[in-house]
């Protein structure tokens, strides 16, 4: 059973993002910490959490409160425990009133599945006057090993990129006012002991939650508390409370481990957990938008479906372009109904054929999103959002609905229903392709990202509500809303519009910090990228893709037969091994040379694993040393062996460990001819002293099955 007890209050210190002393304009001033030890389980030791920061809010009201007959600053608290379930995991649940400022906060703290903590809090206005909130953030005390900190950042095409810092006296605090979470988003806050990595030094991690504007932080202060912590980033105004009204914050998520592989396995056991999560195997998917971008015909279409179907895709995607006066991307957007001058007989020869050839049909949208050249802009223009009486700056030729507006809410959903109504639909892609700047609500100009975020989680749960077998993709110019709360109501995410495998090695390997593989969608390029114009070959981008939800970006009527075949059987190594790198511990290998990505997908019995290792630049030095399989059971025994599927990678000069010569031929059965290639040998020494690397060109992969024996 988890227990609750009040901790010491704080110090005050001026680095306080919160005000430290009472003040006319500061109602919320206690400075109580509560922390929930849960008991230790089979996930291991669980955060800690000091579920409110220092004067964990703060806010205004239209006039001074009323009196109160109690010195200012007095309090009343309860807690409650909910009974914990057979896992171990329980909610307390902590009211605490505030008599003079009129305000109540009611906390929730709960351990989940996997060993991920995570806490919110609602505060409601007890006064007869109106109450402004300004902020209200919740954090984790971290202990004082925890001296650096890493957290991500990025770039359109290149989102999650990892960054590293001490943990100094001060606050560094990354905010998100983009309006959804941001390729540059923090997405992690990681901090830890000195020099921590993948499987190694204790890590304390947190992440927010939410799919508008947000922070993260982490605070040390001069008296050497510490801690970590995020919520919603409140715009002026954006949230004022009348008398019995409520606010609930986001959910702050808390994971802790022994490295970083450790804090994101608990998230990924937690998301595999709910019960949302998809429990069938991931279709592969052909997406349609590189192969045709806005030149919507028929017969090429039909013609790309078919051949997908032939190499094994499962799902097909009709991309932008297929609605209204959409031929390029400056009109038409916000109109969801089918051209009829695209699809004279809408969209059914497509569906009907694609569904026939035993494949589902996806459809994107972009239902948050408007052009002024449209039908809805013009006869809706108070439907955009702005301020002071001026259009925001477009992007991507576009500007963004007010989904706040009920009757907007209400025209785009009614435009949703009907669509997959009229059409066999399994999945949509969701894309939100700009930030939203000066993002106000008709007619006062208000504030509008918190009521937007709101109204985006309202309209999905309504169509999953509706549509139950429904999936849908989160993209937002590629990777820019990655996070759980709209994870909750989504089924994946696209990593990156960038689908460069050089770039992608990267981007997966971070993003897997929060999700689990299955969620990460991760598609074969094209020979040459769109998006940066580098040239692969298809084992390098099939190798990329094979660790996330395996899926095709690419025109495959203009790929030649031979490739057509290659990719085939790398479809089909992908459905023989995505029950593994779905269901498995993701591991990811700490190696002193950068030029080496080393990742693997473990058994949760350690029976048998997949590894990866990517040449992404040129060494140093010739050798590399010896490769170590970490995370097999040291005392199993286990055969290695390499596996080859399709043309073998280009500079590749097998070890003598692998027992094929000096020559490795393509093979279409998953791995090098010759019965006995490989070696057996106890886990212990694949984990701890591990095998002769094999030498390749830079952009090109080496994969390896670990099986156990006997």
């Not at 703060?58 to 009974?83: D, K, L, V, Y």
């Not at 709960?110 to 006057?129: H, I, K, M, W």
């Not at 998301?271 to 045709?292: D, G, I, M, Y």
């Not at 010569?661 to 006995?676: D, N």
Request: net charge neutral; proline share 8%.
């Amino acid at each position: 059973m988890p227990t609750l007890g009040r901790c010491p209050p704080r110090t005050p210190s001026a680095s306080s993002r919160a005000a430290s002393t009472p003040s006319p304009t500061t109602s919320w001033t206690s400075r109580s910490a509560w922390r929930c030890s849960p008991s230790r389980g089979p996930a291991g030791p669980a955060a800690r959490v000091s579920a409110v920061r220092g004067a964990g809010g703060t806010g205004h009201r239209g006039s001074p409160p009323r009196p109160s007959p109690w010195p200012a600053g007095r309090s009343s608290r309860r807690a409650a425990t909910r009974p914990s379930s057979p896992g171990g995991c329980a909610l307390v649940e902590v009211a605490a009133v505030d008599d003079v400022a009129r305000l109540r906060l009611l906390l929730l703290v709960e351990l989940l599945p996997g060993g991920v903590l995570r806490s919110r809090a609602r505060v409601t206005n007890l006064a007869a006057t109106a109450y402004q909130l300004d902020d209200l953030v919740l954090a984790y005390p971290v202990p004082p090993v925890t001296r650096e900190l890493l957290d991500l950042s990025g770039r359109w095409g290149r989102e999650r990129s990892p960054q590293r810092r001490g943990f100094t006296v001060g606050v560094h605090l990354r905010e998100g006012r983009r309006g959804r979470t941001g390729a540059d988003a923090a997405t992690v806050l990681h901090a830890g002991t000195p020099g921590f990595g993948f499987a190694h030094g204790e890590v304390w991690g947190v992440h927010t939650g939410w799919s508008g504007n947000h922070t993260h932080y982490a605070e040390r202060l001069a008296t050497g508390e510490q801690v970590v912590g995020g919520g919603e980033l409140l715009l002026p105004g954006e949230v004022v409370l009348t008398e019995g009204e409520s606010y609930t914050s986001p959910w702050v998520y808390g994971s802790y481990g022994t490295g970083l592989d450790a804090v994101a396995r608990r998230f990924h056991r937690y998301l595999r957990s709910r019960p949302q999560h998809p429990a069938t195997p991931r279709p592969v998917t052909l997406n349609t938008w590189e192969a045709v971008y806005f030149d919507h015909r028929l017969e090429p279409l039909v013609e790309l479906a078919e051949k997908a179907a032939a190499i094994g895709v499962e799902r097909f995607v009709l991309d932008d372009g297929w609605f209204g006066s959409r031929r390029d991307d400056h009109a038409g957007l916000g109109d969801w109904w089918v051209s009829p001058e695209v699809w004279p007989q809408g969209l059914h020869p497509l569906v009907d054929r694609v569904t026939q050839l035993g494949m589902q049909f996806g459809l994107w949208v972009e239902p948050e999103m408007v052009n002024l050249d449209s039908d809805i802009a013009r006869a809706h223009p108070e439907w955009v959002m702005a301020t002071g009486g001026r259009t925001p700056v477009p992007s991507r030729h576009q500007q963004v609905l007010n989904l706040g507006i009920p009757e907007c809410y209400a025209h785009i959903r009614d435009a949703l229903f009907a669509i997959l109504a009229q059409y066999d639909i399994a999945y949509l892609k969701w894309d939100h392709n700009r930030d939203l700047v000066d993002a106000g609500s008709h007619p006062d100009g208000r504030p509008g990202v918190h009521a937007q975020t709101l109204a985006v989680y309202r309209l999905l749960d309504e169509l999953r509500a509706a549509h139950p077998r429904l999936e849908i993709e989160s993209c937002s110019s590629g990777g820019g809303r990655v996070d759980l709360g709209i994870l909750q109501r989504t089924d994946r995410v696209w990593v990156s519009d960038c689908i460069d495998p050089h770039e992608r090695q990267m981007m997966q390997r971070w993003t897997a910090q929060l999700l689990p593989p299955e969620s990460l969608g991760s598609h074969v390029a094209s020979p040459t990228s769109h998006t940066t114009g580098r040239t692969h070959d298809l084992g390098f981008r099939a190798a990329t893709a094979l660790f996330g939800h395996f899926g095709i970006e690419w025109d495959l009527r203009r790929a030649s037969e031979r490739d057509l075949a290659e990719l085939s059987a790398w479809v089909a190594f992908h459905k023989q091994q995505r029950d593994l790198l779905h269901r498995g511990d993701l591991v990811r290998l700490d190696f002193p040379d950068g030029s080496l990505t080393a990742t693997a997908v473990i058994a949760p019995d350690r029976s048998r694993a997949l590894y990866s290792f990517a040449s992404v630049d040129r060494a140093d030095v010739v050798l590399l040393g010896l490769w170590r399989f970490a995370g097999l059971d040291p005392d199993r025994r286990y055969r290695a062996r390499p596996l080859m599927v399709g043309t073998p990678p280009s500079g590749l000069f097998p070890p003598l460990w692998w027992g094929v010569g000096t020559a490795v031929g393509q093979a279409s059965g998953g791995g090098p001819e010759g019965a006995h290639a490989g070696v057996e040998l106890p886990g212990r020494i694949l984990t701890e002293v591990g095998l002769a690397h094999a030498p390749v060109d830079p952009d090109q992969v080496v994969l390896f099955a670990v099986d156990a024996v006997g």
